[in-house]
């Protein structure tokens, strides 16, 4: 024993991984290795559907609501790179989840509408945190300031590449914040999302996300902890 009358305050470990300050694409292939992003999460609904999350605690998951509409339940992995590896044994176990109470259900055919897309989950038990899975840091108490156009975040995702192939091993890339005219005045395949003010805009013409792998964060250094890196959104739809 110390002698020490008090207990020592402890302080949540989040936001480390091995990441270097290198920039990448996702087209043209910059690959994660095993500890760059370990709060990123694959889910998988059971309509067999690619989705991502962030792991923000050693108990709870961010992720996108739509992943969830007309389902109760989907699989979770973590502590992954390559899809491929995914095992029963590596699920992490869904217990409940919390859907933002504003989030509308997405209709086929009607314009899309992406606000308040946010959910959840409680998983049934603690995960063992190591190098490999750890949360990423949410902002502070004082809130979540907009970060600048022009500043740069980590995008990191599986799903769809080029030519609509599916990438099995973990992609990243470091794309910056632009401003929100750029989405609105970008081509789409289908009907233009609505835009509200609780969304950011993101990426450039040669850089594309979330094909398939909605629910994947967007990340920034703290820049109250260099170190440490701090989840600001959650990516929903490609600008």
């Given at each position: 024993m110390?002698?020490?009358?008090?207990?020592?305050?402890?302080?949540?470990?989040?936001?480390?991984?091995?990441?270097?300050?290198?920039?990448?694409?996702?087209?043209?292939?910059?690959?994660?290795?095993?500890?760059?992003?370990?709060?990123?999460l694959?889910l998988?609904?059971?309509?067999?559907?690619?989705?991502?999350?962030?792991?923000?605690?050693?108990?709870?998951?961010?992720?996108?609501?739509?992943?969830?509409?007309?389902?109760?339940q989907?699989?979770?992995?973590?502590?992954?790179?390559?899809?491929?590896?995914?095992?029963?044994?590596?699920?992490?176990?869904?217990?409940?989840?919390?859907?933002?109470?504003?989030?509308?259900?997405?209709?086929?055919?009607?314009?899309?509408?992406?606000?308040?897309?946010?959910?959840?989950?409680?998983?049934?038990?603690?995960?063992?945190?190591?190098?490999?899975?750890?949360?990423?840091?949410?902002?502070?108490?004082?809130g979540?300031?907009?970060?600048?156009?022009?500043?740069?975040?980590?995008?990191?995702?599986?799903?769809?590449?080029?030519?609509?192939?599916?990438?099995?091993?973990?992609?990243?890339?470091?794309?910056?914040?632009?401003?929100?005219?750029?989405?609105?005045?970008?081509?789409?395949?289908?009907?233009?999302?609505?835009?509200?003010?609780?969304?950011?805009?993101?990426?450039?013409?040669?850089?594309?996300?979330?094909?398939?792998?909605?629910?994947?964060?967007?990340?920034?250094?703290?820049?109250?902890?260099?170190?440490?890196?701090?989840?600001?959104?959650?990516?929903?739809?490609?600008?």
């Amino acid at each position: 024993m110390s002698g020490q009358k008090t207990l020592p305050k402890c302080k949540p470990v989040c936001g480390n991984c091995l990441l270097s300050s290198k920039t990448g694409h996702i087209f043209g292939g910059k690959q994660a290795k095993l500890g760059y992003f370990p709060w990123q999460l694959q889910l998988v609904t059971t309509r067999g559907e690619m989705g991502g999350g962030a792991l923000i605690s050693d108990r709870w998951v961010l992720t996108v609501a739509h992943l969830f509409d007309n389902l109760l339940q989907v699989e979770i992995h973590g502590g992954l790179v390559d899809l491929r590896g995914r095992t029963p044994e590596g699920e992490l176990p869904m217990e409940l989840a919390f859907i933002h109470p504003s989030y509308r259900e997405q209709v086929v055919g009607r314009q899309p509408n992406f606000n308040h897309d946010i959910a959840l989950i409680k998983l049934r038990e603690k995960v063992k945190l190591g190098s490999s899975l750890s949360p990423v840091c949410l902002p502070g108490p004082g809130g979540a300031s907009l970060p600048e156009d022009g500043s740069l975040g980590y995008i990191s995702e599986s799903g769809k590449m080029e030519k609509g192939r599916l990438a099995m091993i973990l992609q990243y890339a470091e794309v910056p914040i632009v401003s929100m005219d750029e989405c609105k005045n970008s081509n789409y395949d289908g009907p233009k999302p609505i835009f509200t003010l609780n969304m950011i805009c993101t990426g450039l013409p040669v850089i594309a996300s979330c094909q398939g792998d909605s629910g994947g964060p967007y990340v920034f250094i703290d820049p109250l902890n260099p170190t440490h890196h701090i989840v600001r959104v959650i990516m929903l739809f490609g600008c």
